[in-house]
């Protein structure tokens, strides 16, 4: 019994992820842009210090969290 996905299959994927990336990253990026104007949330609590990301950069970080929802099933 092989267990091992295809390499074609990987390729196949990737290019998928790549492809719906580049198709909802405009809408994450005008996410994250209305997002700098909502008052900033109290960070305080969570006790961890991050330094602040740029909106490109929230945008794809946005986008490769919700982009594999549409890989589940």
Do not use: K, N
Not at 63 to 71: C, E, G, L
């Amino acid at each position: 019994m092989r267990t091992m996905v295809p390499t074609a299959r990987l390729h196949q994927d990737a290019f998928q992820f790549r492809l719906i990336l580049a198709a909802t990253y405009p809408f994450f990026l005008a996410a994250a842009a209305l997002g700098r104007f909502r008052p900033a949330r109290d960070s305080s609590r969570s006790g961890m210090v991050t330094a602040p990301r740029s909106v490109f950069g929230e945008a794809r970080a946005m986008a490769v969290q919700a982009i594999p929802f549409a890989f589940m099933g």
